[in-house]
């Protein structure tokens, strides 16, 4: 059987991305491998490490819970969405950055996503809200401790720049 | 990691929809938000030929609130819910159960009607609809036909739904006069299904005593067991419960399992304690606030 592929059009980081794709073809795989955006990375695959997590319309979302052909009349944002126009993090990134909120990596795009989704949302939680907010990603070396900070830093830095959450970043303020 | 092969089909009214789960029959699923859905496709363990998305039926994306009813349409997230600040007041319960439905991110994309055509005894929301005495709109090219929750769940993640169906609403009614609710689960870790879980109400008469009183547990028996403890509670200070009768009853109206997480006299006595920690806390909200927080 030859399988059906379908012609979809994926508004990526503000901009239109098409691929001929399989229905079956996952939102996270359409990003890393049609069109290249390796900066979500794929865990679990079944929604419970959150390491895929994207945002969908401004909030977040499971990239692998999702087919690509699904996302056609949405605007997709990922981490690399979140560059600012000289290559400057974004002020989440440069959070994790200064508290250490991160050893190897492999989970830290799609916490930074999920705290933008967060803020976006809350710009100024409560330690429970922020344990609650990144309840639902997993990180295998940090313990947490850090993240939970990083998390308040970057409420504090977009609050005092009055940046958004979502948008792409200017870590300098 | 990757999901068999599928035909896949994006209806632009629930009148088309309908034609094609008509068309397909078993050999279809609908896919609403995916978060259980596409788990399973993804391991395999689910290998429909057709996915039928409902996505873009906007007139299903609706919260209706009456005195009587909250109505939730078949493709309302679980986020939209829990941040509809009317349907919340209206009917607490519904808050004090979503909070417990895996994580904020999950619930962005999971639907309440998905959750509950998914009849997962472990899940939160077919709970609620039962210790509501709830109702889901059902329609087919066939017709339409409401079906109330203990006729809708049969079996684990199994309902009595034609494939042909589609569930288009779920209706919690707003129980009448002065009441309170709440909600208590224990999970291994954060979000996971629980190992058990419940969902209270307690009505109170005007005499401000204990005049009725309902459960629903999750993950103690293939659907959501509804329990009365009318009886053992009925006539109590809603503030005082002497809950040890009641503990009993539900321990004894339960049939938990043991799995990896619970040997099943764990799930008995867990559901004991939960189920007195949630009595305690709707009739005191009963007696408060009238059934609110």
């Given at each position: 059987m030859t399988e059906e592929l379908l012609d979809i059009t994926v508004e990526v980081n503000g901009r239109p991305r098409s691929a001929r794709v399989?229905?079956?073809?996952l939102l996270s795989d359409f990003l890393r491998?049609?069109?290249?955006?390796?900066?979500?990375h794929v865990g679990?695959?079944?929604?419970?490490?959150?390491?895929c997590t994207v945002l969908l319309d401004g909030k977040p979302a499971r990239?692998?819970?999702?087919?690509a052909v699904m996302a056609q009349d949405h605007a997709v944002t990922t981490?690399?969405?979140?560059?600012?126009?000289?290559?400057e993090l974004h002020p989440v990134q440069q959070a994790f950055h200064e508290c250490h909120?991160?050893?190897?990596?492999?989970c830290t795009p799609g916490f930074v996503m999920s705290v933008c989704g967060l803020l976006a949302e809350n710009p100024d939680p409560t330690e429970e809200e922020v344990l609650e907010g990144i309840s639902g990603n997993l990180c295998?070396?940090?313990?947490y401790q850090n993240i939970r900070k990083s998390v308040h830093r970057a409420a504090e830095a977009l609050r005092e720049t009055g940046q958004s959450a979502t948008g792409p970043g200017r870590a300098g303020g | 990691m990757k999901p068999p092969p599928f035909r896949y089909v994006a209806p632009d009214t629930t009148d088309d929809a309908l034609a094609a789960l008509a068309d397909a029959g078993d050999e279809a699923k609908v896919v609403a938000g995916g978060q259980s859905l596409i788990p399973l496709l993804n391991m395999r363990l689910a290998a429909p030929s057709v996915l039928i998305d409902?996505?873009?039926?906007?007139?299903?994306?609706r919260i209706e609130v009456s005195e009587a009813r909250v109505t939730v349409g078949a493709t309302v997230r679980q986020a939209s819910l829990e941040h509809d600040e009317e349907a919340i007041r209206r009917l607490p319960l519904l808050g004090q159960a979503l909070r417990h439905v895996a994580h904020p991110v999950i619930r962005n994309r999971g639907t309440v009607v998905g959750s509950i055509a998914h009849?997962?005894?472990?899940?939160e929301l077919p709970a609620v609809l039962a210790v509501l005495g709830g109702t889901v709109e059902v329609r087919s090219t066939a017709g339409e036909r409401t079906l109330a929750a203990e006729d809708l769940f049969v079996g684990p993640l199994e309902?009595?739904?034609?494939?042909?169906?589609?569930?288009t609403a779920a209706s919690f009614p707003v129980p009448e006069g002065r009441w309170g609710s709440a909600f208590e689960e224990l999970a291994r870790?954060?979000?996971?299904?629980?190992m058990s879980g419940v969902a209270t109400v307690v009505h109170v008469n005007g005499d401000g005593l204990v005049a009725s009183a309902q459960a629903a547990f999750t993950?103690?028996?293939?659907?959501p067991v509804v329990v009365d403890?009318?009886?053992?509670?009925?006539?109590?200070?809603p503030t005082r419960l002497d809950t040890a009768e009641a503990v009993a009853a539900a321990r004894g109206a339960i049939d938990p399992q043991p799995d990896i997480h619970a040997s099943a006299e764990y799930r008995r006595h867990l559901s004991g304690v939960l189920v007195d920690r949630a009595l305690r806390a709707a009739g005191e909200r009963a007696w408060h606030q009238g059934g609110g927080e």
């Open positions: 399989p229905a079956r073809r491998h049609d069109i290249g955006l390796t900066g979500t679990c695959e079944h929604g419970v490490c959150g390491c990239s692998c819970l999702m087919f981490v690399e969405g979140l560059e600012g126009d000289d290559g909120g991160l050893q190897c990596g492999f295998r070396c940090t313990g | 409902i996505n873009q039926l906007t007139d299903l994306d009849a997962d005894p472990a899940a309902s009595s739904l034609d494939p042909t169906e589609l569930i870790r954060h979000g996971d299904y629980a993950g103690v028996g293939p659907v403890l009318s009886g053992p509670l009925a006539g109590q200070d």
